[in-house]
């Protein structure tokens, strides 16, 4: 399909069980798509959540997670979790992707092996793009790349996004909140 074609958006409620009620997504797809999740706030969703959907032919859902700092984690997490799985009991046996990009990656990241843990969803493909999976910011790139005037998002914008995340630091190396750290 051509990705000039606009594919239909509509805005849903994904029913999320924890203590953050109703988690607002949006959904794009073509009428033969098959599902595909991808975990990222919803501004960004209209032009690129077209542009995966018609591109690819699978039906496409942004979660609207909550975000710190006035939902610190885990709650961000389990709204995305939440839609997962919702998601999971609509979509039959179509396939089911999980993706995301920047601290929607991070969601991706945590949700594939905690279904694997749990025994589903099953997902198809787990797809992350600058995936933020681990605290670590004294590595070498967050010292050879992490300031700049052309930079978008700084070393220093990280920190406070992880200050509001997590903002215990003995907390951030835990498996659901620095994915890469997780064993097995």
């Given amino acids: ?8 958006i509509r805005k ?14 949006r ?12 975990q990222e706030r919803v501004w960004p969703f209209i032009r690129s959540g077209r542009i995966l959907a018609n591109s ?11 975000r710190a700092p006035e939902h610190p984690f885990p709650a961000p ?3 995305c979790w939440d839609a997962l799985r919702a998601v999971a009991g609509e979509s039959g046996n179509d396939p ?13 990241a945590v949700c594939a092996p905690r279904a694997r843990d749990r025994g589903g969803p099953a997902l198809a493909l787990q797809v992350l793009v600058c995936p933020v999976v681990d605290h670590d910011m004294a590595n ?11 930079l978008f998002l700084t070393a220093e914008d990280m920190a406070w996004f992880w200050n509001h995340y997590v903002p215990e630091p003995a ?10 750290r997780a064993r097995g």
């Avoid at 959904?27 to 991808?38: F, G, I, K, L, Y």
């Avoid at 070498?140 to 052309?150: C, I, L, N, Q, V």
């Fill in 1 to 8: 399909m051509a990705v000039g074609i606009a594919a239909r």
């Fill in 12 to 25: 849903v409620d994904a029913t999320s069980y924890g203590d953050g009620g109703l988690c607002r997504a």
């Fill in 27 to 38: 959904h794009a797809w073509e009428d033969s798509a098959r599902p595909c999740v991808r």
């Fill in 56 to 66: 690819s032919g699978c039906r496409l859902i942004a979660v609207d997670y909550r």
């Fill in 77 to 79: 997490l389990e709204d």
């Fill in 96 to 108: 089911l992707i999980i993706a995301g990009d920047s601290a929607g990656g991070n969601m991706a």
């Fill in 140 to 150: 070498a790139s967050y010292r050879e790349h992490g300031s700049g005037p052309d």
């Fill in 171 to 180: 907390a951030r190396s835990a498996r659901e909140v620095s994915p890469l």
